[in-house]
């Protein structure tokens, strides 16, 4: 392709060379000794078809020719110097007439000069907070040289380090450049001097001068992030206003700082029969002031300062005063000033802080180290009232019309209101019955045949006593007593005091209560209570076996040998037989040799508790068909239409990327509820509880997956039950405590044994455990 010289690149200005047939490649692979390999060798300069060399670093437009005649290159400057730009670091003063200080002010600016068309642009970087515009000083463009040159343009022999250059009327002095264009310059025989230092800004001296003058500048607090580090954070202080006038006496104040907006809120604390009543707020919440030299009067208070007013109603100038000498600074109280024995004016009434509270203390001892503390007096008149004590009033006595409570709430306050129920106790003991077995104790023979069931509800503390019917005994049995609160015997019903009722750890199994002047005798009681009281002995000392261990083994410290020989009748080598073989003995054998050694210092329920904890038997497996806990799982299945079975392997194999067999029974039970499957928790610990497991109680993933498989599997019709009772009946166990292991009882005790030789009895052996008859005195 032929093009006119000097032309840009533009349709109409090509031309295909019809004569050019041999179109060369560049060659990238040569053979060299016989081996193929690439070519690394310099690419030959370009040859003008003219025949002339073309040499790159040929000179720019506009400048004068470095080269000989006729010797320099071929191609235009556009595309010889594409994209090659000289930069060049300078700087003009700018006149400042207002500032009497600083007569000039220093500007930076970087001098781009464009090689292919010799034009220049001129840039400021823009400095934050500066207050004048930056940016482009001067758009691109060929700039013509000042008179009498104005015919002709700058070029780059008029752009040098620690040179001045005139452009349009304004000079700037060059102080840098850089390394592109030093190697430039220094190329075309240009000499470029080292660098020199700008000028200093004298504007910008002097606000150097006045920071540096500033000893200690104000900090700068945002208010928006002030709020967000200590809302809701507020000293408290205790003072008080000496107001001892004709009329007048102490008034307890109580200053509150907000630390959120430095704001201040004073309360007061009305004094017992002061005379004033209504709403404590003292001050309301606000900035308070130091100086008060009273109220400012309309238009005193102003943003600005007016000098004078000039024209009529309808054409008025006003002539606003920069300096603003009429507007007086006003001082507010800070943190700072609130301290122990600080007197504030409150707008006129001097007020003494006397003491503060723990938070705001802490808060001077980290921030300003302040330790001492020490709380102010406050000063009393002699004919205040002493501070009404609420602990030593005394209600009027009981007049036995309704409860104690309820007319105790009448007398409490001229609103009559029924008294409150804890209904939180409420809903947390709903439905706790402790159930109680009981005997009547009566100089009538046949009351004391008559059996009693107490029931004492945790709920709102009532007993209800009904009596079980016995046949031919004469009484038809049922209810004996309605649901009510007991009160405990021995008390002064029409007195000023509260009086006690029948708390739950008055019951356990051995006692007596009087209900209704009816004496009854503890005798059993249902698991649920038993139970109920063995998981609470904080509340039930006689189901605490710790405080029961520790009474026997004080009993028990030098009667040892009597207890163990009353226990166990053969006696002979008990250590050694309690490390060959388990024994056990009888509940009746435990209780005579206790009640033996210690009396009636040992209730009844304390020897069931010890009984129970020490029980030799243990509870039945959980009988569970597999068969009708698939069935149910399955008709929970098809009853809810699931059916991600897909998605629940494909978990499991992203949990298990190793495809272990079994897997935890947490981590198969967590899926199970992930993947929200139709079981409910009880069915859910029925399923896991029939399913495969292996030596370390891991579930077996394959037999899951079976499991849940509807395809496969045809269950038995199952009808509607309750999956959480019925399916799987989880009865508790009733007869624990019969059999105690007597082995056990000893090491708890930890005392030694003094046993002398005694002659054998039989004992019955049931493999490694023996099981020993009770002795005589176990009869009664």
């Not at 000039?104 to 907070?129: A, F, Q, S, W």
């Not at 006045?210 to 992030?225: I, L, N, T, V």
């Not at 039989?762 to 099981?771: K, L, S």
Request: aromatic content about 10%; glycine content about 6%; proline content about 7%.
């Amino acid at each position: 392709m032929l093009r006119i010289p000097g032309m840009p690149l533009l349709p109409g200005t090509l031309f295909r060379d019809v004569n050019k047939v041999y179109y060369p490649k560049s060659q990238s692979l040569l053979n060299f000794r016989g081996i193929p390999m690439l070519s690394d060798r310099l690419q030959s300069t370009p040859v003008d078809p003219a025949g002339v060399v073309v040499d790159i670093s040929c000179p720019p437009a506009q400048a004068q020719a470095l080269y000989p005649p006729r010797t320099g290159p071929r191609l235009p400057p556009w595309l010889a110097y594409d994209k090659k730009v000289l930069s060049f670091k300078a700087y003009f003063k700018q006149t400042l007439q207002e500032n009497f200080h600083a007569p000039y002010m220093v500007r930076n600016v970087n001098i781009y000069y464009y090689l292919e068309d010799g034009t220049l642009d001129i840039h400021e970087p823009k400095v934050e907070n500066s207050g004048i515009v930056q940016g482009c000083v001067l758009h691109r463009q060929r700039v013509p040289k000042p008179p009498p040159c104005d015919n002709e343009f700058i070029s780059i022999v008029d752009l040098n380090v620690d040179k001045t250059v005139q452009i349009f009327d304004r000079n700037y002095h060059i102080y840098d450049c850089d390394q592109f264009t030093r190697r430039f310059l220094n190329k075309h025989g240009i000499v470029v001097s080292d660098p020199v230092s700008p000028a200093i800004d004298p504007a910008e001296a002097v606000r150097k001068r006045g920071q540096a003058r500033a000893s200690a500048p104000p900090e700068k607090r945002h208010p928006f992030a002030q709020f967000l580090k200590y809302d809701r954070q507020i000293l408290k202080f205790q003072a008080y206003w000496d107001d001892r006038t004709d009329m007048g006496d102490v008034r307890k104040l109580e200053i509150c700082y907000y630390l959120a907006d430095d704001t201040i809120e004073v309360k007061e604390a009305h004094i017992r029969n002061s005379g004033r009543d209504g709403p404590s707020t003292f001050l309301k919440r606000g900035r308070l002031q130091r100086e008060f030299d009273g109220m400012f009067l309309p238009g005193q208070q102003t943003p600005v300062t007016l000098l004078n007013v000039l024209g009529s109603s309808r054409n008025v100038r006003y002539c606003v005063d920069p300096l603003n000498l009429g507007n007086k600074e006003i001082l507010y109280y800070s943190q700072r000033d609130l301290q122990i024995g600080s007197v504030l004016n409150i707008y006129g009434r001097a007020v003494v802080i006397t003491d503060m509270d723990p938070f705001t203390r802490q808060y001077y001892r980290d921030h300003y180290g302040i330790e001492q503390f020490t709380p102010l007096p406050q000063p009393t008149r002699s004919d205040v009232c002493a501070p009404y004590d609420k602990s030593g009033r005394m209600l009027p006595p009981y007049n036995g019309w309704g409860s104690y409570e309820d007319s105790a709430g009448n007398c409490m306050s001229i609103v009559i209101k029924r008294p409150k129920t804890d209904f939180r106790k409420f809903i947390k003991f709903d439905r706790y019955v402790l159930r109680f077995g009981a005997k009547m104790l009566s100089t009538i023979r046949e009351n004391c045949e008559r059996i009693f069931v107490i029931s004492y509800f945790l709920s709102d503390d009532t007993m209800q006593v009904q009596e079980v019917a016995v046949r031919n005994s004469g009484f038809l049995g049922g209810e004996f007593m309605k649901r009510t609160r007991v009160l405990i015997p021995g008390q002064e019903k029409f007195s000023c005091k509260q009086p006690l009722y029948y708390r739950p750890c008055n019951f356990y199994i051995g006692g007596t209560m009087s209900i209704k002047d009816f004496i009854f005798h503890l005798v059993s009681a249902d698991e649920f209570t038993l139970m109920y009281m063995e998981h609470h002995p904080d509340q039930f000392a006689h189901t605490n076996i710790d405080l029961i261990l520790e009474k026997v083994r004080k009993v028990l410290e030098t009667r040892m040998s009597d207890f163990v020989s009353s226990c166990v009748p053969e006696c002979t080598d008990l250590d050694q037989k309690l490390e060959q073989r388990a024994i056990f003995i009888s509940f009746e054998s435990l209780k005579g040799a206790l009640v033996a050694l210690m009396g009636t210092t040992i209730s009844d329920h304390e020897i069931i508790t010890i009984c129970r904890h020490f029980s030799g038997e243990q509870a039945p497996p959980n009988a569970c068909s597999r068969d009708k806990v698939r069935a149910a799982a399955h008709l929970e299945i098809k009853r809810s239409l699931w059916n991600g079975r897909e998605e629940l392997m494909e978990h499991f194999h992203h949990i298990n990327p190793t495809n272990k067999p079994f897997m935890p029974e947490s981590q198969v039970r967590s899926t199970l509820r992930g993947f929200r499957m139709p079981f409910t928790l009880e069915l859910i610990d029925n399923i896991l509880s029939v399913l495969n497991r292996n030596d370390c109680d891991d579930i077996e993933v394959c037999d899951l997956m079976n499991f849940i498989d509807v395809s496969c599997f045809k269950g038995c019709d199952m009808p509607p039950i309750n999956y959480a009772f019925e399916l799987c009946p989880k009865l508790p166990f009733q007869y624990k405590g019969r059999v105690i292991d007597f082995g056990c009882l000893l090491k708890a005790l930890n005392l030694p044994i003094n046993i002398a030789t005694t002659p054998v009895q039989p004992a019955i052996v049931t493999g490694d455990a023996r099981i020993l008859p009770p002795n005589e005195s176990d009869n009664c």
